[in-house]
């Protein structure tokens, strides 16, 4: 399957973006997803990932509260909604997904991965 992420982009703090992660090649309802950050200097880290199914939600204690990630099975795509803002979200964001049904946090348990979008968040 591949990944394209897109919706990154600059915006204040406070302010809200929509990142989207457009799946192709095979039927992406099969597979989890999550969404992943990485800022300079630091390692990747988990955000939020969703369920095959769709049923169950998990976020990093970070942006619980502020983002949303949600998937679309008509369009093959997942979303990850970001409201509130701060400067230490900027990073570049990853969609990734896994074969199965459950949604983990580890990045080495996801098997396809998008290029990335760049989100900067300004103070």
């Known amino acids: 399957v591949q990944l394209v992420e897109s919706g990154g982009g600059l915006v204040q703090a406070g302010g809200s973006l929509r990142l989207s992660c457009a799946a192709s090649?095979?039927?992406?309802?099969?597979?989890?997803v999550g969404w992943f950050r990485q800022a300079p200097g630091k390692e990747r880290e988990f955000v939020a990932a969703?369920?095959?199914?769709?049923?169950?939600?998990y976020y990093s204690d970070s942006v619980k509260g502020r983002f949303t990630i949600s998937r679309d099975y008509a369009k093959n795509a997942v979303y990850l909604q970001m409201n509130s803002l701060k400067p230490e979200d900027t990073a570049a964001y990853y969609c990734?997904?896994?074969?199965?049904?459950?949604?983990?946090?580890?990045?080495?348990?996801?098997?396809?991965w998008g290029q990335g979008t760049q989100v900067t968040v300004s103070s």
């Open positions: 990734a997904a896994r074969t199965g049904s459950a949604a983990v946090v580890l990045s080495d348990r996801y098997d396809y």
């Open positions: 090649g095979r039927t992406f309802s099969s597979y989890a």
């Open positions: 969703i369920r095959s199914s769709g049923g169950n939600t």
